[in-house]
């Protein structure tokens, strides 16, 4: 039985998806951001055509407020929490059955909030799972794999000075090798500017079939990314892999603070359910373009575009928040 995770295309047991909690993180956004959850739960679900689904809420009234909003078929279960982003905090499921949890150190000490330390581990015990605890930093969405043995990642997350400052480029492949069964890794450049994860993968590049990797172009001339997309789509063709264009959504500003910024929003943050591939939407030309180009990769689902803005204002997108539990045959 082989230690490399099933790639997220591969059927689903179940899915953890992260229920914003905490009201003085989300402010104004805590109502519209959970509304955006529960949608997303409940496209991933489709009536009961896809995996099960678990809202993951850090303490009794939030549970309480996700029930509410729910009208069955979603389990809630309470596990304490600092922020929604399952990805990054819980375990990553094995093809040996076993789950690998990490040290989690917030994103290089960015945002210490109490609770995401001991996630995974707290998650991995909960569905019944052995967690295999190892003993350095990596966050789920700073990598993706194809579910034969390749992985793509970046510099700028992986050898982040704030995260392993003491591994080189082929420490890290070793341990992705030893504790993921991934032995080839694809490494690309910078993520998407102004990502405060330090460029995780998710929002840049994904794979969507056995050697074959998403990426997006650009849209338009004032595409903060551009320079990005190219180099990314660059070092994957030179590396003998298929590069599948996918709309980007272009400059997406929030005009909050001193002046407008652009964010990272990104189609590429998008989840593969059993029966869907959900994808965020920023209200941009390009969202139901990018929409039909992931719904003909995926002929078997139905591709669904969902509005994530509010989500998005604490950091991340649908993929973010959530973490598959493959079925393991």
Known sequence: MTLTPPPEWAPHDAVWIGF????????????????????????????????????????????????????GGIEVIVEPFGDIWLRDTGPIVTGDGGTACFRFNWWGDKYRLAGDETLAGRLAHSAGYNAVR???????????????????????????????????????????????????????????????????????????????????????????????????????????????????????????????EAIPASYMNFYIGNAAVVVPVYGAANDEAAVAAIQALFPDRKAVGLRADHILTGGGSFHCISQQMPIIA
Not at 38 to 44: Q, T
Not at 180 to 197: F, K, Q, S, Y
């Open 20 to 71: 914003p909690s905490h009201p003085e993180l989300w402010e104004e956004d805590l109502a519209p951001a959970r509304a955006e959850v529960v949608a997303f739960a409940k496209a991933v679900r489709q009536d009961g055509a896809g995996e099960r689904v678990i809202l993951v809420a850090a303490d009794d009234a939030s549970r309480d407020a996700a029930l509410g909003l729910t009208d």
């Open 134 to 260: 190892h003993d350095w930093v990596l966050e789920g969405g700073a990598i993706d794999g194809d579910g034969t043995g390749l992985v793509v990642t970046t510099e700028q997350c992986l050898l982040n000075p704030n995260r392993n400052p003491d591994l080189s480029h082929a420490d890290i492949e070793a341990h992705l090798a030893n504790d993921l069964g991934l032995p080839r890794v694809l490494w690309l450049g910078e993520g998407l500017a102004n990502d405060h994860t330090d460029g995780h993968v998710d929002n840049l590049a994904r794979f969507v079939g056995p050697n074959r990797l998403a990426i997006p172009v650009p849209a338009g001339d004032d595409d903060p990314n551009s320079a990005i997309y190219a180099e990314a789509a660059e070092r994957a063709r030179a590396a003998g892999i298929e590069v599948v264009p996918i709309p980007s959504p272009g400059l997406i500003e929030d005009d909050q603070g001193e002046g407008p």
